[in-house]
């Protein structure tokens, strides 16, 4: 009886170890998306004003920063995508492509900045990239919460929150940038926790929502939360790419 | 006794992947609101004829247009208005979730939301009940219903009081609707909330704000009584402006310089595309001196004056 | 056209509106809604009808269309055996009439010759002007039955009655939605039931040529809300039970009242700058509220409501 069990147990496990993370995607995040923006609107459809940094939980020591910007610098500096980094991109008006480069490896187009994002499932390379817009980031399907954060069960009560339908997503290694258009920092020390959420509509509309935690511990005195939301498109033919623009 | 001992190991690993999968995420806590989007719209307040964002139509334009915030002193039975339902996952004050449970069965029938604000309270039901009857009355909160998908509570509610989409005179029907959708990233609380408005909205308003786990806090009462302090020129006056007429419509275009036809609304200006429409500022500005430092460490909830209002 | 006769066909058009309203009445369902304390509200076709229950009997306010008073009678018995002692009625439209005669007939049936003469007779309350307009005889429409006249009608600021362990009043509302408006306040109930003042999702009909004038509506209104106090958060309280539609509060009735005066003001507004009617009416000053106010249920169009209330306006200026 215990070896039939024991090879039950075996092949079972084996079965679950050989699942991709595409296989084991919970929610289909792929498609063609537009961003729906209904909030933080004049900060976001249009270049806010110098010095314009209203919601944004900044130190003083950002201030200056703020004040300094100067959109003519950037561009002589080449560095007009320092508003499309992770840690912003996605609040940008645009639309994107969402589809598996391979079997462990999301990829996220954005036609604003023609920027990519690779969320990578497994384990991190040896060596690291160098810092850039993207930094690098790494993915897995959100796993429920433990007390001993190691998603072991705990106690002889039968648990919540066996299936998430969420992505989570931490990005790293991060160029310093801009939070917003008009010039509000983040350092090289910012790191990005991401939530992708799927939902469907009464109405038959695809949505997903991605909540955006930014922690910079030399400008923001506390993680920068913003919820971005997005509606599936039929198709990618408005997908219309855009150079990144300081303005 | 190590055969033995295995043999049980072996039976929880067994019990562990067998585990059904319940799909039910604990939102109870004391919730404090972010900010950290339209933080001026939602804490001081939005500015009149700000309908940017917002898929409205030619009726709620004017209704938008004709509005007098005098309206909400003068009309005493304002005063003491609450949000709606909608409007109060906005945030504009803390939140407690208390989780209802059947005494007998010890499941969840129902999630029952306070919030500080007008004390504010809402129950979601989770235990497959019908909604009212269309004869039924309607409340601030509505009748919300609840479903579970997975890690995310889907809510639908009904039977609303009319009410506002923003608090300068964007109207919402009482024959909106609107879908939630709850989900718990560890301490994080996201809501997506979806209005549909056959009344005033021309497409699905869809909006999403997060709370975060905040257990000090200490949410008291916030009693409300309301009083005649204005005398009306007349027994049966309501403020509010003529058609055509209201003076203040074009005042956040020159604050923000922003072109005045951004101000109206209307579902294109959803769409990235718009940004290709959008004209040039009447009066362009190039420094922020309104709200610019909103949220900032030394002015976290935005309470402190423009540094200059006009 | 004289005065008289201008009266004579208001009239016919009225009863051929309101009577184009009826429905298949085989197919309509009586529903019941328990409003507070010991008064319904049953909704079938035609105007609301509250009924107040308990241990003296029933009070209707309201009896629908006479093809309805069976059903009426059914849902009352399922609430109450006692005897109905008052038929109120709040205004003269046959949707809020219609059943008095047959309602009447069917008590005095049941009263039948072995009844002991200790019961008390149904009383038909109303204002006086609800009795005149009753009376008042229309070419080619049957006279209005003897047995539903509201015979016992008040003809002072307001009537009072106790009646189930609570008072009971009636107020007259002047030049309102008619000129025999009733607004009834169940006191101890705390519920307000309004007639055709109050009809949320639908303009008001401002019969003008029976008495109706805006002026007057407001005014209505303005006392409901005298009336009416709300709970928590200023909703439940005293609920409203309106002409038509659904169980309401203070805050209901006040977005009702705000449309008519913020309506009312935009006429008189052009009034004031000598527009015709006709222009008024292109101006199109409800169309913010049309599609609120002419829903599935309503009947009064956008251009009826804005004739009746320049007609009101410009009758008070002359």
């Known amino acids: 009886m215990k070896p039939l069990l024991l090879i039950f147990l075996i092949s079972g496990a084996a079965a679950v170890r050989a699942q991709s993370a595409r296989e084991a995607a919970p929610i289909d995040l792929t498609g063609n998306w537009v961003s729906i923006v209904t909030e933080d609107w004049r900060w976001r459809m249009t270049t806010p004003l110098k010095g314009d940094a209203a919601s944004i939980p900044y130190k003083p020591e950002a201030r200056k920063v703020i004040d300094a910007w100067d959109p003519a610098k950037d561009d002589a500096a080449g560095l007009q995508c320092k508003a499309y980094g992770a840690p912003a991109v996605m609040r940008i008006p645009g639309r994107l492509r969402i589809s598996w480069q391979d079997e462990s490896t999301l990829k996220i187009e954005l036609d604003q900045g023609r920027q990519t994002r690779l969320f990578h499932f497994g384990a991190k390379p040896f060596q690291m990239p160098a810092a850039s817009w993207q930094g690098y980031s790494a993915a897995r399907w959100e796993a429920p919460a433990s007390p001993q954060g190691n998603g072991l069960p705990v106690g002889i009560s039968p648990r919540f929150g066996a299936h998430s339908r969420s992505l989570e997503v931490s990005t790293t290694d991060l160029r310093e940038g801009y939070l917003r258009r008009n010039g509000v920092p983040y350092s090289d020390k910012a790191t990005v926790t991401e939530y992708y959420d799927l939902f469907q509509e009464p109405g038959g509309d695809t949505w997903f929502t991605v909540t955006t935690v930014v922690t910079d511990p030399v400008y923001l005195y506390t993680p920068f939360v913003t919820t971005t939301d997005f509606r599936k498109e039929p198709d990618g033919s408005i997908f219309s790419p855009a150079p990144c623009s300081t303005r | 006794m190590i055969r033995r001992g295995g043999f049980f190991a072996s039976l929880a690993a067994i019990a562990m992947s067998l585990t059904p999968a319940h799909a039910q995420v604990d939102f109870s806590g004391a919730w404090a609101p972010l900010f950290h989007e339209d933080l001026p719209e939602r804490i001081p307040g939005p500015e009149l004829g700000d309908y940017m964002g917002i898929p409205l139509n030619d009726a709620a334009r004017l209704r938008a247009d004709s509005y007098d915030a005098d309206r909400i002193s003068v009309v005493s039975e304002y005063q003491c208005r609450p949000h709606g339902g909608d409007y109060s996952m906005r945030g504009l004050s803390n939140m407690r979730i208390d989780a209802v449970i059947d005494p007998v069965t010890q499941q969840l029938v129902a999630w029952h939301t306070r919030m500080g604000f007008q004390e504010m309270e809402r129950t979601i039901w989770l235990d497959d009940r019908q909604h009212p009857g269309p004869l039924a009355p309607h409340t601030w909160q509505g009748f919300s219903t609840a479903r579970w998908d997975g ?3 889907n809510v639908y509610t009904t039977h609303l009081k009319e009410n506002y989409m923003r608090r300068n005179g964007l109207p ?3 024959r909106a609707t609107f879908t939630e959708h709850w989900i718990r990233h560890g301490n994080y609380l996201t809501v997506v909330t979806v209005i549909t408005d056959p009344v005033f909205l021309t497409e699905p308003l869809e ?12 949410m008291g009462r916030d009693i409300c009584e309301y009083n005649q302090e204005v005398p009306k020129p007349r027994p049966d006056y309501v403020p509010s402006h003529m058609p055509d007429t209201n003076p203040f419509l074009k005042e956040v275009a020159e604050w923000y310089g922003l072109a ?13 595309e718009y940004r290709q429409k959008i004209g040039k500022p009447e009066q362009p500005k190039e420094k922020c001196d309104r709200y610019c430092n909103c949220g900032a460490a030394d002015n976290p909830t935005c309470l402190v004056a423009p540094r200059s209002s006009r | 056209m004289s005065i008289l006769l201008k009266t004579v066909w208001a009239g016919l058009a009225l009863v051929a509106c309101l009577t184009a309203q009826q429905p298949d009445f085989d197919k309509v369902d009586m529903q019941v809604q328990h409003v507070k304390g010991g008064v319904y509200m049953m909704t079938g076709a035609g105007g609301n009808t509250a009924v107040q229950v308990g241990n003296d009997g029933v009070l209707i306010v309201d009896t629908q269309f006479a093809p309805l008073a069976q059903k009426l009678m059914t849902e009352i018995r399922k609430l109450n055996r006692g005897p109905v002692l008052f038929i109120v009625n709040t205004h003269f439209h046959p949707d809020h009439v219609g059943g008095n005669a047959a309602l009447a007939q069917m008590i005095g049936a049941a009263r039948g010759p072995g009844r002991s003469d200790g019961d008390a007779p149904l009383k038909i309350v109303a204002n006086e002007n609800v009795l005149n307009r009753l009376t008042q005889k229309v070419p080619n429409q049957p006279p209005f ?26 107020y007259h509302e002047p030049k309102a939605h008619t ?6 306040l169940f006191r101890g109930s705390d519920v307000v039931v309004t007639g055709d003042i109050f009809t949320p999702g639908g303009y008001p009909f401002l019969d003008v040529e029976h008495g109706g004038t805006v002026q007057g509506e407001i005014a209505a209104l303005d006392h409901i809300l005298e009336l009416t106090v709300p709970a928590k958060t200023q909703e439940g309280g005293t609920y409203v039970i309106p002409g038509h539609g659904r169980i309401c509060d203070e805050a209901d009735v006040v977005e009702f009242r705000d449309m008519v005066v913020i309506i009312r003001d935009r006429i008189q507004d052009m009034v004031k700058r000598d527009m015709t009617l006709d222009q008024i009416k292109a101006a199109r000053p409800t169309r913010d509220y049309d599609t609120e106010y002419m829903g599935p249920g309503s009947f009064v169009k956008a251009d009826q409501f804005v004739e009746a209330i320049y007609k009101s306006l410009t009758q008070k200026s002359k």
Request: charged share 25%; glycine share 12%.
């Open chain 2, 151 to 153: 890690n995310m509570m």
């Open chain 2, 207 to 218: 909006r999403s704000q997060s709370w975060v786990l905040d257990p000090g806090q200490r």
């Open chain 2, 172 to 174: 919402r029907s009482d």
């Open chain 2, 260 to 272: 005045s036809g951004v101000l109206r609304g209307g579902a294109e200006t959803m769409y990235p």
């Open chain 3, 179 to 184: 000129d025999g408006d009733s607004v009834v």
């Open chain 3, 145 to 170: 039955p003897d047995a539903g006249l509201p015979v016992d009608e008040y003809f002072t600021p307001f009537k009072d009655l106790h009646m189930n362990g609570e008072a009971v009043f009636l």
